[in-house]
T-cell receptor
Framework: DARVTQTPRHKVTEMGQEVTMRCQPI?????VFWYRQTMMQGLELLAY????????DSGMPKDRFSAEMPDATLATLKIQPSEPRDSAVYFC????????????FGNGTRLTVT | AQSVTQLDSQVPVFEEAPVELRCNYS??????LFWYVQYPNQGLQLLLK??????LVKGINGFEAEFNKSQTSFHLRKPSVHISDTAEYFC???????????FGTGTRLKVLA
């Protein structure tokens, strides 16, 4: 059963440190999304890619966040420097290039910044 | 721009009772609509989707939803809930012609014994 894989599952770090989260989309999927989930804001869209090209990253704080797809099997989300307000669960999702195609989610990375 | 509103943040309901989780959307063009479920410490899973055609769509685990274009709603229903349905439910909208998924803030369904 194909699924989206995210690593690490949990990350605890100190304020100011760099954090890198990784996502392996389902093979053959050409669209990748990054979402952040918090109790207060719910699911926020940070960025999404189609065929490895960024289509929209307007939801991402540009000064500290960056998202890339070095190849079709890997998407990364980096935070540098991290801040306590970045504590959240970060989800990666992948899908096919079609508005009626559902997204497949990974199990998330729970980030705690102290 | 499209948006999704889930009016209820929490819904408690007794086991075997019916439930309705509300979702309203805003978009100036045609949309695709989805409901996802999230169990603790997991990602979201697709429950059902509306693309076109019949306005009543059936999904997994006995859930169904009805698309109402005039009221811009896509409410989720189940006639009889089980303890195992306790989870968070998210409504999502995708504007036709794009692939930008926008999610609502979620509704936490708690089924009581």
């Amino acid at each position: 059963d194909a699924r989206v894989t995210q690593t690490p599952r949990h990350k605890v770090t100190e304020m100011g440190q760099e954090v890198t989260m990784r996502c392996q989309p389902i093979l053959g999927h050409n669209t990748v999304f990054w979402y952040r989930q918090t109790m207060m804001q719910g699911l926020e869209l940070l960025a999404y890619f189609r065929n490895r090209a960024p289509l929209d990253d307007s939801g991402m704080p540009k000064d500290r966040f960056s998202a890339e797809m070095p190849d079709a099997t890997l998407a990364t989300l980096k935070i540098q420097p991290s801040e306590p307000r970045d504590s959240a669960v970060y989800f990666c999702a992948s899908g096919l290039q079609s508005g009626n195609s559902p997204l497949h989610f990974g199990n998330g990375t729970r980030l705690t910044v102290t | 721009a499209q948006s999704v509103t889930q009016l209820d943040s929490q819904v408690p309901v007794f086991e075997e009772a019916p439930v309705e989780l509300r979702c309203n959307y805003s978009s100036s063009v045609s949309v695709y609509l989805f409901w996802y479920v999230q169990y603790p410490n997991q990602g979201l899973q697709l429950l059902l989707k509306y693309l076109s055609g019949s306005t009543l769509v059936k999904g997994i685990n006995g859930f169904e939803a009805e698309f109402n274009k005039s009221q811009t709603s896509f409410h989720l229903r189940k006639p009889s809930v089980h303890i195992s349905d306790t989870a968070e439910y998210f409504c999502a909208v995708v504007t036709s012609g794009t692939y930008k998924y926008i999610f609502g803030t979620g509704t936490r369904l708690k089924v009581l014994a």
